[in-house]
C-alpha cells in the first residue's frame, strides 16, 4: 500500500499526555502532518496550502492551529516551524559527525538555524548541538514559544555570545526543568528542580533551561 524506503519512528506514548489529548482533532491531524513531512532535524518551512491539501483543513485554520501548537509542540519563526524533540524522538540524541546516519540532521541544523536565530526556546531545545552548528550571519524575527532570554545563541554572533562563552555542554551550567504542568514523563524532575537524569536520556528536551551553576 506505501512505499517503505521512508520511514520514521513515531511515539505511541503521545496519546495518552495530557498535551496530546487536549489538542484538537485537526490540531492532532496537523501535528502528525508535520511530524511525516519535516526534515530529518524537526525543520519545516510552513507552507499553507501544501497543508490544506494534504489534510483537508481550511487554509485559514491552519495558522490558529499552528499558533495554538506553538504552546508545547512546536515553535515558529520567520516562516519555518520547529518539532521540538524531534531530534531525541528519531533517537539521533547524541549526533556525531563521523555517524553517515547524522549528516543530513547536522547539515541541516546549520542551515536552517539562521531563521531562529532570535528563538530562544528553539535555542534551549538545541543547545547540546551547539559545537556542531557552524556560524551564521544574524537573522530577525519573532518567535511565538516561550524563552529564556539568559540561553546562549547556538549561531555565533559576537554581541550575543561574548558575555557566556562556555557552551551548555560544559559542567558549569545545570540542566533545570522549567515545565509548570506536568513532571518530567522521564526522571520525574518537578518544575525548577534539577534534571534527574543524563541529557542523552531525558525525552523532556522542550522543557529543559539551562542555568549557569553559581
Known amino acids: 500500500m506505501y512505499n517503505t524506503s521512508h520511514k520514521r519512528d513515531t ?9 496530546f489529548k487536549n489538542l484538537s482533532p485537526f490540531e492532532k491531524c496537523v501535528y502528525s502532518y ?14 499553507h496550502s501544501t497543508i490544506e491539501h494534504y489534510t483537508k483543513i481550511e487554509s485559514n485554520e491552519i495558522e490558529s492551529i499552528l499558533e495554538n501548537l506553538s504552546e508545547n509542540e512546536i515553535t515558529i519563526s520567520n516562516g519555518w516551524l520547529f518539532i521540538l524533540d524531534f531530534i531525541e524522538y528519531q533517537g539521533n540524541g547524541n549526533l556525531s559527525p563521523n555517524n553517515n546516519a547524522h549528516k543530513a540532521i547536522i547539515s541541516s541544523l546549520s542551515k536552517n538555524m539562521i531563521h531562529f536565530k532570535e528563538c ?12 556542531l552548528v557552524r556560524s551564521s550571519s544574524k537573522g530577525k524575527g519573532n518567535c511565538l514559544g516561550k524563552g529564556n532570554d539568559k540561553s546562549i545563541s547556538l549561531v555565533n554572533n559576537d554581541k550575543e ?10 559542567s558549569t551550567y545545570d540542566r533545570v526543568y522549567n515545565n509548570r504542568g506536568t513532571p518530567c514523563m522521564r526522571c520525574g524532575s518537578k518544575f525548577n528542580e534539577l534534571c534527574k537524569k543524563p541529557r542523552a536520556e531525558c525525552v523532556s528536551q522542550s522543557h529543559i533551561t539551562y542555568r549557569e551553576r553559581k
Open 34 to 47: 508535520l511530524w511525516d513531512n519535516c526534515d530529518w532535524a524537526g525543520f519545516y518551512e510552513i507552507d
Open 120 to 131: 530562544l526556546r528553539t535555542q534551549n531545545n538545541l543547545a547540546p548541538y551547539e559545537g
Open 161 to 170: 555570545t561574548s558575555a557566556h562563552e562556555p557552551t551548555y555542554v560544559e
Open 11 to 19: 511515539i505511541t506514548q503521545k496519546w495518552k499526555s495530557p498535551i
